[in-house]
């Protein structure tokens, strides 16, 4: 009798459409970035941030998911820039699939990145590849400063962690400190960037990093 390991098999099929999408992006110049993190973590507004201080000189375009709302898709139109929202339904994750077919829809030839912003989780993202070429994990102060302690897959598997909204750790009693040490002491590799989305904190830092990764 033959054991079929359906969760093996599902991510290796995802893994190869994931080298797929990769290799669409490539064909294209586009350098892709998954942004990764919990719900409320400033995933959105990192984006927008981003878009507004890179648009005017690089062509930029988003992939925005979620389980059923078009928010966060609807928050990225406004900025100006072609988006594609997505939605998982029941599931906690994008997959390659889907993003594969948003692809189709984006005209990549006018485009030198692409953020591909996932649905709001730590978990279940880290097993499934979309493309991107590297990955970015948002995490904020207000989930605790143990975030990052309990999920530490995700920050092996990233290129580079967010701190976000240090402006208010003292209120909610979060030690901003403890949460990088965390970071490294799971991926000793991994830049940390601390950040105040609201007060623009960090952000220049962000820029310089995503413009030596994508040689833009």
């Not at 949460?179 to 991994?190: H, Q, S």
Request: proline share 3%.
């Amino acid at each position: 009798m033959h054991v079929i390991d359906v969760d093996r098999d599902i991510m290796e099929i995802n893994r190869r459409i994931s080298e797929r999408n990769q290799r669409v992006l490539e064909e294209n110049n586009v350098f892709g970035f998954d942004v990764l993190g919990a719900i409320g973590s400033g995933k959105t507004s990192l984006i927008e941030a981003l878009v507004g201080r890179i648009g005017k000189k690089l062509g930029i375009g988003a992939i925005a998911g979620d389980v059923i709302s078009d928010a966060d898709a609807s928050r990225l139109k406004r900025c100006g820039i072609p988006v594609i929202g997505l939605n998982t339904g029941r599931e906690c994750h994008l997959d390659a699939h889907l993003v594969e077919h948003a692809l189709e829809s984006l005209p990549l030839k006018d485009l030198d990145i692409l953020f591909i912003e996932n649905v709001g989780n730590l978990i279940c993202p880290v097993d499934f590849p979309l493309g991107a070429h590297r990955r970015i994990v948002v995490v904020s102060v207000s989930e605790g400063d143990d975030t990052v302690e309990k999920h530490p897959m995700i920050f092996l598997d990233s290129d580079l962690a967010v701190i976000n909204k240090i402006d208010i750790a003292e209120a909610v009693d979060a030690s901003v400190e403890k949460m990088e040490y965390d970071a490294k002491r799971i991926n000793p590799r991994l830049p940390v960037i601390k950040t105040s989305m609201k007060k623009g904190i960090g952000l220049n830092e962000i820029v310089d990093w995503i413009r030596k990764e994508s040689n833009l």
